[in-house]
């Protein structure tokens, strides 16, 4: 177990053809994005390139909050074991975060997904592949 940890760990990722392979797994995913620690863009995000100012800044403070999540929960590695995912569940959406090195991955998908059967998959052959 330790080895492929340490293989994660000293990964180099391809986060726009990881997005991709995201994406493409069900119609039902709306965006995938990475961001970083900070809670900045890394790559990927909507598809809408000429967005209004109000609907960047409402990602942007999206993103911050899911980076201190993150952050939050690092805290508990210790008593309950590493982070491999979250997932948030609203009325209008379906949201995960999956911390990939110091950055992470972020989904947002239709409520109607099987959120669980998709980490799943995200995790053992999206991940574990590139």
């Known amino acids: 177990m330790a080895k492929s940890k340490n ?3 000293n990964k180099i990722f391809d986060y726009p053809q990881i997005c991709d392979k995201i994406k493409n797994l069900d119609e039902k995913i709306q965006f995938v994005s990475v961001i970083n620690e900070k809670g900045n863009l ?5 598809s809408n390139d000429s967005e209004s100012s109000q ?6 403070d999206l993103y911050e909050e899911v980076a201190t999540r993150v952050k939050l929960r690092k805290d508990f590695d210790m008593v309950l074991g590493k982070l491999k995912g979250s997932i948030i569940i609203r009325h209008r959406v379906v949201t995960m975060s999956i911390p990939i090195k110091n950055d992470i991955l972020f989904v947002s998908a239709d409520t109607s ?8 998959k995200i995790l053992k052959e999206i991940l574990v592949q590139n």
């Open 113 to 120: 997904i099987n959120y669980s059967a998709l980490l799943e």
């Open 7 to 9: 293989h994660m760990e």
């Open 42 to 46: 890394v790559t990927g995000g909507t």
């Open 55 to 60: 609907n960047k800044r409402f990602y942007e």
